[in-house]
Nanobody
């Protein structure tokens, strides 16, 4: 089994910064893509940023130039650096990982979510 644990969510003022982390652990053989999603109240979950195992990245238009996704493959961890935060960034942020387990089964796993609130 594989677990994803997110951390770093908090209350921050508009224009502030936060760094989210998501650490994977368990029966991991390899991790392919890793993603950050978010879900605001009464809205659908949306993809915020993604990163491949080779480090290629992709971002939602709403966060381009403000958010940066990165990963440390030695720690099986993905990060989301969020700068110039806006109230509309308020949401629960989830990480997901496309994992091949030691049993050679490929599955997408999800974290439990971390709350980010941008408010003065």
């Amino acid at each position: 089994q594989v677990q994803l644990v997110e951390s770093g969510g908090s209350l921050v003022q508009p224009g502030g910064s936060l760094r989210l982390s998501c650490a994977a652990s368990g029966s991991i053989f390899s991790i392919n893509g890793m993603d950050w999603y978010r879900q605001a109240p009464e809205k659908q979950r949306e993809l915020v940023a993604s990163i491949t195992s080779f480090g290629s990245t992709n971002y939602a238009d709403s966060v381009k130039g403000r958010f940066t996704i990165s990963r440390d493959n030695t720690k099986d961890t993905v990060y989301l650096q969020m700068n110039s935060l806006k109230p509309e960034d308020t949401a629960v942020y989830y990480c997901s990982a496309d994992v091949t387990t030691t049993g050679r089964v490929r599955t997408v796993y999800w974290g439990q979510g971390t709350q980010v609130t941008v408010s003065s």
